[in-house]
């Protein structure tokens, strides 16, 4: 990321991050600052909202009104905010276990209202912070510090869930391919709706070293080699809905037109 | 100028809520305190504030917090199981002073215990529930009229205080209907908001202990974590700055004590025995005093049941030569362990309980104060 960038957005005094070197969380949150500065969104209006877990550290680095929150409540969190003050542009950055485990009930109720959120999951199928525990998205028989013999249970497709669950907007990428990412989450910010994006990143010391996939780089190729916008046979990258569907707190905001002076 | 209006406990708390100025509501359906959100449903987009139902009531705290981020003076309502569930939530509502109310219409628990019964046995809940040392503000009003101007105090002390505020209500005067006079003169407190964005420090240790709290949008760009902070809001695991955290946060409250308890003291007897109560069960104690079931009694009602009106009790005792005292509530004896600490060895202390789920008749207590003195 450029220097001009976070002279603009980061809050230098909380740099450096504290993400292990490989890990693909700054990487992410390099888009999501990429695709903020090519938006319209009102920078002064901008609330980035976090969970707990490596990913949702982020929120400390960005300078706009953050809110670090509880385990897996970032997206409840973020829906008093959105419907406090409906101005606001309202980014999650959470985990795939913040998001998908503890806060699995919150990500698909806010799906379901269409409430308007830009949710970035950086998925690196672990939870990295505590250690190396398999998370709803580590893949199964992977080896992990609470499935030492393999994962038994399977994963959840998070693009799957939130579109069954009614987002509007869904679309997945990978660290890899920075300028693809970009455009999902800026293609989520114009979304007027409930918008996510499955961020694909690698997590080497946790997940890498315990299944043996090697140094950064390699883990970074298979990264790359794993996924494709047409080859059905891979994980599939690329925006899988946008849809435009009535909006939340719009919705409400009507109700309100209609009953405000009402009250005796 | 005043209006009476004859009305249930749960309304009553939602037409003091919207006095105060509240504007946004979560909440979850739960027994005996629906109608709170069923009513705020309806009454909120009235004056231009929002009413949300949330899929459970962790994210209804969480919400709340949100809200009042933005600005809005927020409030969420629930029972003993949804109370347990927001726990983790309003701990870190103490931690990140955001102000917000918390109505717990308790029933009988434990667990789903007597949903639709009358119990006060959320009380030590409502001062440790959540984990870590924080300071936190319950009141527990008596009478509908209570809930009224209690539920605008509650408010006034979440906003003065930057600090999570419990009211405390049971099934009994949650769902009683009575005759409540609305004045017109109330007084409306309002978080100190900072004056400019120059140097702000949304931590700063203010001459009360209290911070200045900027509302989210309006461009001071802050952060707010649950994690050990310093003055600007950002993580530290800084020995020094995390005790002087914690101090403050408990100080912030404390020193202001003698100006956020609220009590009363009634038929007190210099030599006599004393009655404490709270709740609907105080609502009978009077009935005792009032009606002379029982000679020489007077009876102590603490409406702030945390900060605990401490330094009034003991005047109390030693300015009237109390050596007894009956502690009654509906529950195995909560508040009793709090009078215990208080009263040291300078009184015998006595539980009167009940816990079946019915509430308390005023034989229950005479005959339990008949059984000592004799």
Known sequence: MNREMIEKYFRKEQLPHIWCPGCGNGIALAAIVDAIDSSDLDKEKICIVSGIGCSSRASGYLNFDSIHTTHGRAIAFATGVKMANPEMNVIVITGDGDCTAIGGNHLIHACRRNIDLNVIVFNNNIYGMTGGQYSPTTPKSAKTATSRHGTVERQFDICDLSRSAGATYVARSTVYHYRHLTDMIKGAFKNKGFSIVEALTPCPVQYGRRNKLGNPPDIMKELKESVSLTDSSKIKIGVFKNESEPEYTSEYHKLVEAEVGKYE | MSKRLLMQGNTAC???????????????????????????????????????????????????????????????????????????????????????????????????????CVSQSDVMQSRWGTHGDHPIIVIAPVTVKDIYYMTIKAFNYAEAFRVPVVLLLDEVIAHMRECVELDEEIQIVNRKRPATKESYLPYRNEDDGVPHMADFGMGYKYHVTGLVHNEKGYPTSNPDITEKLITRLHKKIEDKASEIVLFDALNITNGGDLLISYGSSARVCK???????????????????????????????????????????LNTGQLLLEIRRIVGNTCRVIGINKYNGELFTPEDITKKIEEAIE
Not at chain 2, 92 to 103: H, K, W
């Open chain 2, 14 to 116: 939602v037409e003091g809520a919207l006095r105060a100025g509240m504007r946004f509501f979560a909440g979850y359906p739960i027994t005996p305190s629906t109608e709170i959100a069923e009513l705020l449903s309806i009454k909120l987009p009235k004056v231009n504030g929002k009413f949300i139902q949330m899929e459970d009531e962790i994210s209804s705290m969480a919400a709340i917090i949100g809200a009042s981020l933005c600005g809005l003076k927020s409030m969420t309502a629930t029972s003993g199981p949804g109370f347990s569930l927001k726990q983790e939530n309003i701990g870190y509502a103490a931690m990140t002073e955001v102000p917000c109310v918390i109505v717990n219409v308790m029933r009988g628990g434990p667990s789903t215990g007597l949903p639709t």
């Open chain 2, 287 to 329: 009935e005792i005093i009032f009606n002379e079931k029982v000679r020489g009694i007077g009876l102590f009602i603490p409406y702030t049941l945390w900060p605990f009106p401490e330094e009034q009790l003991i005047k109390l005792i030693k300015d009237n030569n109390i050596r007894r005292i009956f502690v009654a509530e």
